[in-house]
């Protein structure tokens, strides 16, 4: 079936300018076409239409794979009253008896953040099985890195560095196929708004086809 993504404005991700009503064609697991809303509509009248609020980006980088996912503890909300909703470090950490079990469960949830903030893939090398299988089953991609990343671990790839910076793959050129269905919305006007309210503000995220978060 092909879906028609449309959000208020498109930004392509390399040097080209953002796309006012722009739009993604979706089929299966493939983008289609990437261009104007009302272009796209009108070549495809018989495609279902989701249309967000914000911009619709490429999907994003998130530098800090190990130390999300490896080295911090995302407690179950069935232990809030005991352990917060916050992930967990350092002594907190150590504390827990942690099993390759439990490990899986935090990834699966240090997963779902992620996706809730745009994020499509993670850098840095993986070594927990349970971590790996994680990852793999939501579909987000792993990257090598050559050096440490700066600064505190974080959530938001957009912590400290630009969307270009954060983003993982430029959307094709219209009329390109075969590239994965891969991007992310985030609920806020422009560009700007997002480097200042970052990617906590997202609202949708899409890889390969598959709706894997939507903000309720």
């Not at 090398?125 to 987000?140: S, T, Y």
């Not at 630009?162 to 430029?170: G, K, Q, T, V, Y």
């Not at 985030?186 to 894997?212: H, I, N, S």
Request: glycine content about 12%; proline content about 10%.
């Amino acid at each position: 079936m092909l879906t028609i993504h449309a959000a208020d404005l498109l930004v392509p991700g390399d040097l080209r300018p953002a796309l006012p009503d722009g739009a993604v064609l979706v089929n299966g697991r493939e983008l289609a076409a990437v261009g104007p809303y009302g272009k796209l509509a009108a070549a495809h009248p018989a495609a279902r239409t989701r249309r967000w609020p914000g911009v619709l980006t490429p999907g994003l980088l998130n530098p800090y794979g190990p130390e999300l996912l490896e080295h911090v503890y995302h407690p179950d909300p069935r232990e809030a009253d005991d352990l917060g909703t916050e992930p967990l470090t350092g002594e907190a950490l150590a504390g827990l008896a942690m099993t390759g079990t439990r490990w899986g469960a935090s990834a699966r949830r240090g997963v779902q953040r992620l996706l809730a903030h745009g994020v499509v893939a993670v850098a840095g090398d993986l070594g927990r099985p349970a971590v790996v299988d994680a990852v793999h089953r939501a579909g987000m991609g792993v990257e090598r890195r050559f050096t440490d990343p700066a600064g505190p671990a974080t959530l938001d790839p957009l912590a400290g560095r630009s969307l270009r910076e954060a983003i993982r793959l430029p959307l094709p050129p219209d009329g390109a196929d075969g590239t994965p269905a891969t991007f992310a919305v985030f609920d806020v006007p422009d560009e700007a708004a997002l480097a200042a309210r970052g990617a906590g503000t997202c609202v949708a995220t899409v890889v390969a086809g598959r709706l894997v978060h939507r903000r309720r």
